[in-house]
């Protein structure tokens, strides 16, 4: 039956890369075509494609009335088209060549954009490595592009373009359509004045005293467009005056409030509205105090950990290590009361009430138990900090993004159920030397306990400890892992504290035939937590993978089923049980080890839609506010939140008067992309949830999220 899948999945891998390779062949260009946008990918080369030919390449985009999209500066708002491209080797593309913008007044904003039909040219470079295919000599020609449209909202926009350009010319094929729109290219791309030396800028106050020389004769005393191509310097809408003095061209431009920079060069473009000019201005004087960027920190960590809510910017000397500590300390605390530690209390459960009546063996127990916790977490953090200092993009976690990992965890609390369901005992499958070892030394039972724990809880962030974990990831490898440590000290406290209280032992009733019901009673949130990390694996590598685990486990549990039998039975069965597992593990190994889908491949879930770190710019620079959403199928806090608060249809509903973008960045598998992200928001750890909107720092929520919370972060924007 595989190999019939096998053959059928890759006769529709064969069908479809012809039906791609026909599309590409057959036309003249990919285009791409919105209610808003028409975008096509078109090419120019008259002399053939050869190393040392010039070869240009352009996306046109025709906008429907009242649509635009924007200039490499977009101006008080918006996000410039953005082009990605995929070349042969010896192929290299050049920037942009920007046509001349018009200015596109916003209520008191204005924008640099394009309206009607706009084409943005690109040089192609064949250098001398360029060595066609044996079968085509054509050069393919792969383009990834993003843009903004707006008219009064805006919509973020991307396509993905493809075309052959034959070795000879294109103007018979495809050519014309780019010759026709090339042809008009001087009268819109600013020819370049940035060799006179005498055009500057002078800082006067908080304006720019702006001087060109060198611009044609037939231009003097007429009034000529501004456009600087650097974001935030000149205000955009801001009010301006312009005057000649003989040949040179003068102006006096408002500085930005929000200016962020201070350059000694300022390339700026003037325009007469049928030709443009472009300039580099020798800055000259002294610049005002630029604008102090918003970062939203609390003064210290301990007045973030009251609020819950920090911005993104890395830590600094106003938080205290001290304060680190006692986050990680609250944290680990109220890390006992999330979901994902639910399933790992029926050990302890058990543990309790087989040393009911026992303080001292109570007592190596919560020791041996701590023991477990606090290392774990160490060699956990260890794990990371190393991890990430070798430039790996991971965080808090990060070891439930490996598909082989989850499985592993699912074989093992499976095994642990079995036991506690009275399947199978250790004494009756082990060899008796081992067995007697653990008999010997039970606490060991208490120290595995503890590192149980710590896998299945280490997922979750609870509250405090986002901010601290946060912090660890910046700090010197000492002082991180004095974080992680302490983490694990809260976390393991509880079961410390009670190990040592001698009432403890007098609440617990005396041994008795209630044992071996609660502790077969306790099998079943093993069972749970087996079927949440086959849930967690079928996110990760698709219902194959999930599909494959259970095989798996089923193999597990009859091997171990027959080393409980006796005489030959035993022998028998279990050679055939272990040949079998064996060759189950053989089969699933590869979809274990199956890619998952890639956030950029994620679907969109209702109002919720796939997180780009483009998409929250470009939808913040529009205006819109933005809900971030930072998740992953192992965290259980998330799923509760995601099943509860963010499906409250109150929330939804304010949500959606606010029109607030969803967004849900997916850290299932390792994105680097996603740990970036939260890396700047000072957190390495899921849930997160953040609140975007222009011109302010970033709202970053609790990791147990409420109706209310949520209600009135909406109710400011």
Known sequence: MSSVLRSFALFLLLA??????????????????TERVRAELLAH????????????????????????TYWKNPGDSGLATQLEWTLPA????????????????????????????????????????????????????KLKATWLVCKKECIPEDGEFALKI???????????????????????????TAAIPDSVARIAGNGLDIEVQGLPVAERGKELAFFPETP????????????????????????????????????????????????????????????????????????????????????????????????????????????????????????????????????????????????????????????????????????????????????????????LAGVFEVGGVLPSSIASVQLRHPVRNAFVSGV????????????????SLGLAATLPAVEALLVFGILGVGMALPYLAASAVPAVGRWLPRPGPWMDVFRRLMAFPMFATVAWLV?????????????????????????????????????VLGTVATLALAAVAWTVGPHLASAAPS????????????????????????????????TAAWCVTCQVNKKTTLSNEQVLSDLRQRKVALLRADWTRRDPAISAALASLGRNGVPVYVMYRQGSAPVVLSELLSVAEVRGVVAKL
Request: charged residues 10%; neutral net charge.
């Open 232 to 419: 935030e310097i000149v205000e955009p809408a801001g009010a301006w005056t312009q005057a000649w003095k003989g040949a040179v061209w003068t102006a006096h431009v408002p500085l930005s409030g929000l200016r962020s920079t201070s350059p000694t060069q300022l390339p700026v473009v003037v325009a007469d509205g049928k030709q443009g000019w472009r300039a580099t201005l020798k800055v000259a004087g002294t610049w005002p105090p630029v604008a102090a960027a918003p970062t939203g920190v609390s003064p210290a960590l301990d007045e973030a950990l009251r609020s819950n809510a920090t911005a993104s910017v890395p830590a600094s000397s106003r938080v205290g290590l001290m304060a680190a500590l006692l986050g990680a300390l609250l944290g680990g605390l109220i890390l006992n009361l999330m979901p994902c530690v639910f399933p790992v209390l029926a050990i302890k459960l058990v543990g309790f009430a087989s040393h009911a009546q026992d303080a001292r063996a109570r007592r190596a127990d919560g020791l041996a138990y701590t023991a477990g916790v606090v290392l774990s977490f160490l060699a956990l953090g260890a794990a990371m900090l190393a991890l990430r200092a070798a430039g790996e993009q991971l965080g808090w976690g990060f070891q439930l993004q490996s598909p082989l990992v989850v499985a592993v965890l699912a074989v093992l609390f499976t095994l642990i159920a079995l036991n």
């Open 90 to 141: 010896g192929v290299t593309a050049g920037d942009i060549a920007w046509p001349v913008p018009h200015k596109i007044p916003v209520g008191t904003l204005a924008n640099y954009g394009y309206e009607g039909t706009v084409l943005l040219p690109v040089p192609l470079t064949i250098g001398p490595d360029f060595k066609p295919s044996l079968l085509a000599s054509d050069l393919t020609v």
């Open 599 to 630: 956030q950029q491949a994620a679907k969109a879930e209702g109002e919720w839609q796939p997180w780009s770190q483009a998409k929250v710019q470009q939808l913040v620079a529009a205006g819109q506010p933005v809900f971030v959403d930072f």
């Open 16 to 33: 479809s890369s012809l039906a791609a390779h026909a599309q590409l062949s057959t036309g003249p260009g990919a285009v791409v075509t």
């Open 535 to 571: 849930w967690v694996l079928g996110q990760q590598s698709g219902i194959d993978g999930a599909g494959a685990l259970l095989v798996l486990l089923v193999a597990v549990s009859l091997l171990v089923w027959t080393l409980t039998l006796r005489g030959r039975t035993r022998v």
């Open 452 to 467: 149980l724990a710590v896998a299945i809880a280490s997922p979750c962030t609870a509250p405090f400890m986002g901010a």
């Open 166 to 192: 034959p070795a000879q010319s294109t103007t018979a094929m495809h050519g014309q359509a780019f010759a026709d729109a090339f042809a008009a290219a001087p009268r819109n791309v600013p020819e370049g």
């Open 45 to 68: 080369a008259p002399d053939g494609v050869a190393p040392g030919k010039q070869v240009w390449v352009g996306l046109q985009l025709a906008h429907q009335p009242e649509w635009h």
